[in-house]
């Protein structure tokens, strides 16, 4: 449970930040909460020559409203957006999610950035922000670059960020008054990350359902849209004979992993539950 040696930087700046990852090239790597980097280093499976802490950053942390967007620092910790007013007025599926990770320590530690970067499929977060269809703000030495996050998921643990950037912002579409939302998540113990989860968005119109969005959690290397699920809600009506029929499709193309926690085929038949729930929630809303 120690780590290699390795040098340390603290700037002050997203440009100085950008001019270290720069001058120590693949041997850097980005500190942000720690929460999945330091454990990865203890255990030797990270061994990065320098970290670059950008605990000073200030410029960050914070959540601005942008239009029809929230644009939210990347280094906002989970708790800071759970409690933030404008992302529980306007995107209150991020706010409802970021609550269900890990317990109070990581909530306040952990950062949004720090989960979407890590790339983890278990994580909760890259599943609301596929469902969502936010966008990822990378800035490196040629200046800023916006991802949305449907490309920016690559594989396990990667993404699209170059090893010069750092992600600075993740842009939220505001959900209107017609979304309903719910984060369905099921874990061994309380407080330990998704088995699987399923993150359902639900827009009603004249009693029906006029558009549902089904983002899942640890059903591949990736976060995940259950396609079909949605495709069969899109005209629906909103009762439960429909949403289940629908939600019986909800594992079809995904490939999820068969671990210590779970068999692949158990998933399956997770997602299909959790997403049942998570739209009977989301369209009661
Ligand atoms: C006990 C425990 C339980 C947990 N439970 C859950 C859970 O239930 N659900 C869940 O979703 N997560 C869970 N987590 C993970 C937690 O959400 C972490 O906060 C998150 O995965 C990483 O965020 P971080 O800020 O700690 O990033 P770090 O660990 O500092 O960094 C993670 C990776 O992202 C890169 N990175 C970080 N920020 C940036 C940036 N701005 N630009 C470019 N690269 C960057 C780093 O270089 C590193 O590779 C848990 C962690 C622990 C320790």
Redesign the pocket.
């Known amino acids: 449970m120690i780590p290699f040696p390795f040098d340390y930087v603290r700037p002050a700046s997203v440009a100085e930040a950008i001019a270290a990852l720069g001058e120590h090239g693949d041997e850097a790597?980005?500190?942000?909460?720690?929460?999945?980097?330091?454990?990865l280093m203890k255990l030797r499976l990270?061994a990065p020559g320098v970290i670059v802490d950008?605990g000073r950053v200030g410029e960050?942390r914070g959540v601005r409203d942008d239009g029809d967007m929230l644009a939210i620092g990347?280094?906002t910790t989970?708790a800071a957006v759970v409690d933030d007013p404008l992302v529980r007025q306007h995107c209150g599926i991020l706010s409802q999610t970021a609550a269900?990770?890990?317990?109070p320590q990581?909530r306040h530690?952990?950062?949004i950035?720090?989960?979407l970067?890590?790339g983890?499929a278990?994580?909760?977060?890259p599943a609301v922000a596929l469902a969502v269809g936010a966008e990822l703000v990378a800035e490196g030495p040629a200046g800023r670059r916006t991802i949305p996050a449907s490309d920016f998921f690559i594989d396990y643990l990667s993404t699209a960020?170059g090893e010069d950037?750092?992600?600075?912002e993740v842009r939220m579409p505001k959900l209107g008054p017609g979304w309903g939302y719910h984060y369905e998540k099921f874990?061994r113990v309380a407080?330990?990350?998704?088995v699987v989860g399923a993150c359902a968005l639900v827009r009603r119109e004249n009693g029906g359902i006029a558009e549902a969005r089904v983002g899942l959690t640890n059903m591949g290397t990736v976060p995940v849209r259950a396609g079909t699920t949605e495709q069969a809600l899109a005209g629906a009506s909103a009762d439960s004979g429909a949403i289940a029929e629908a939600a019986a499709h909800a594992a079809e193309g995904t490939d999820p992993p068969t671990d210590l926690s779970a068999h692949a085929d158990y998933r399956r038949h997770l997602a299909q539950v959790l997403t049942r729930r998570a739209l009977e929630a989301a369209a009661s809303r």
Do not use: C, F, Y
Request: net charge negative.
């Open positions: 790597k980005i500190l942000a909460g720690g929460h999945s980097l330091l454990p990270a950008l960050l990347a280094m989970h269900l990770v890990g317990d990581v530690r952990g950062t950035g720090g989960s970067a890590h983890d278990a994580g909760d977060l960020l950037e750092v992600l600075v874990n407080q330990a990350w998704a």
